[in-house]
């Protein structure tokens, strides 16, 4: 269905270093307003939950040689109200950007949660000033839904916080083909 620039594969314990460094970086930092530095004994208090947990599915993008290149989750699924936010979407390494690899992966997963996880829609939160990844949803068919002004304290100052989201309905069917 999809071109396979990039395949998701489900989070393992032995990439907690690796996407704890990612996470470290400055700009997925700041792109996911972690209050603390995410460090490898953090991520494996968090991976023990993490496992329990039935709401929270979270993937790493392997690019084509099965290197893995980033991150992308749903959390808080919710079965009841067939929705899901979407999330924690990193590519990490600039070198990497601007191949699609987010695209593909986020094409991926949202056809996922449509057709076996039976999830009609998907919102997510992104900082307003985040305009690569503001852009790539509103390619994706994400909309917004509304905007939290001045919602967090980060980069020296109050940033703005849009929700956007999509429902996976025939119309999204049509353009995911
Ligand atoms: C946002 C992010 C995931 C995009 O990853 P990517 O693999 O480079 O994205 P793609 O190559 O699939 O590009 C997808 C779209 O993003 C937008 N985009 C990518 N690079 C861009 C740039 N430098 N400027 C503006 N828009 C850009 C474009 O709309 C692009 O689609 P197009 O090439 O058809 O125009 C990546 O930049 C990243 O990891 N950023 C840091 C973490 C982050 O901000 N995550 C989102 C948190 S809400």
């Known amino acids: ?13 032995d990439d907690l270093e690796l996407v704890a460094l990612w996470r470290r970086s400055s700009d997925a930092s700041l792109a996911f307003l972690s ?30 040689d099965g290197h893995g290149v980033g991150t992308i989750a749903l959390v808080d699924i919710d079965y009841r109200n067939q929705k899901a936010e979407f999330g ?5 390494d ?5 191949k699609g690899f987010a695209t593909a992966a ?19 939160y992104v900082i307003g000033s985040n305009a690569r990844a503001v852009k790539l949803y509103e390619k994706l068919g994400f909309h917004i839904e509304g905007c939290f002004d001045r919602d967090v304290f980060a980069q020296g100052g109050w940033l703005d916080v849009l929700r956007m989201s999509i429902f996976l309905d ?7 083909r």
């Open 35 to 64: 209050p603390d530095p995410i460090t490898v004994s953090g991520q494996g208090s968090w991976y023990e939950a993490y496992l329990k947990d039935k709401t929270d599915m979270m993937f790493v993008l392997c690019d084509a």
């Open 106 to 124: 986020s094409l991926q997963l949202l056809e996922f949660a449509r057709s076996q996880l039976h999830l009609s829609k998907i919102y997510l």
């Open 1 to 13: 269905m999809f071109d396979s620039v990039v395949n998701l594969r489900p989070l393992e314990r």
């Open 88 to 92: 924690r979407l990193l590519v990490a």
């Open 170 to 176: 025939s119309s999204w069917e049509r353009r995911s």
């Open 94 to 98: 600039s070198v990497n950007r601007g």
